[in-house]
């Protein structure tokens, strides 16, 4: 059980063009789901936290308008990379809260931008 | 500021071992302390968790050990195998329903 899937798990895309991260919650409903961005050999950094039906809390340093995040059901959040330059390029992580305090992780998404 | 402090950056540890990993907390509201393990390429996993009312827990070879007066706690690996290879990460939240807060993580090296 708690099993998070993410889609792609890479992609390729030219500087310019806007890329779709979905995250779905596939055995359980989330109504929170958070956004991470992990670079080579670091922590993760949290991007955004999504709640089902409303709008997405960014953190500080986050571009709300670059990253848009819509949680449009309660198994599925979306990332979208707008107009995305070379130093968009990371490892983009999901997590679905799936009971009180316990967060499962999707498999990363590798996003290169060429 | 970092709100959880963890060590060490890196450990080698025989097969057969003991794995010991250490993170430090400042935030006393925290009340809820995970371990993930993550391969590379790969997501987190969540390895193991304890609330503050326990001081240890133990699932399989895995154990976190936990002092709320010097607010610490660890994880311990028994027995560590080379599939045990990962980094791992410490983190700690309140509420239920916040974010995590991930310690630096430690990238583990069992040899056989």
């Known amino acids: 059980g708690a099993v998070v899937s993410q889609h792609p798990s890479r992609v390729i895309c030219k500087s310019g063009t806007s890329v779709k991260i979905e995250c779905r919650s596939l055995?359980?409903?989330?109504?929170?789901m958070f956004w991470y961005r992990q670079f080579p050999k670091q922590s993760l950094m949290l991007m955004a936290t999504?709640?089902?039906?409303?709008?997405?809390?960014?953190e500080q340093g986050v571009e709300k308008d670059k990253f848009l995040i819509n949680h449009a059901s309660l198994t599925l959040s979306t990332l979208t990379v707008t107009s995305a330059h070379p130093e968009d390029s990371s490892f983009y992580i999901c997590?679905?809260?799936?009971?009180?305090?316990?967060?499962?992780f999707g498999p990363g998404t590798r996003l290169t931008v060429t | 500021q970092q709100q959880v402090k963890q060590s060490p950056q890196s450990l080698i540890v025989q097969k057969g071992g003991i794995s010991i990993i250490n993170c430090a907390y400042e935030?006393?509201?925290?009340?809820?302390f995970p371990w993930y393990q993550q391969f590379p390429g790969k997501g987190p996993a969540l390895l193991i968790a304890?609330?503050?009312?326990?001081s240890e827990k133990k699932e399989g070879r895995f154990t976190i050990s936990f002092n709320k007066s010097a607010k610490q706690f660890s994880l311990h690996i028994m027995d560590s195998q080379p599939g045990d290879s990962a980094t791992y990460f410490c983190?700690?939240?309140?509420?239920?329903?916040?974010?995590?807060?991930f310690g630096k993580g430690t990238r583990l090296s069992v040899i056989a």
């Open positions: 935030n006393t509201a925290f009340d809820y």
């Open positions: 055995d359980f409903q989330a109504t929170t």
């Open positions: 997590s679905a809260l799936a009971r009180s305090y316990e967060q499962y």
């Open positions: 304890i609330r503050p009312d326990v």
């Open positions: 999504s709640n089902e039906g409303s709008k997405a809390t960014y």
């Open positions: 983190a700690a939240s309140h509420s239920g329903n916040t974010p995590l807060v």
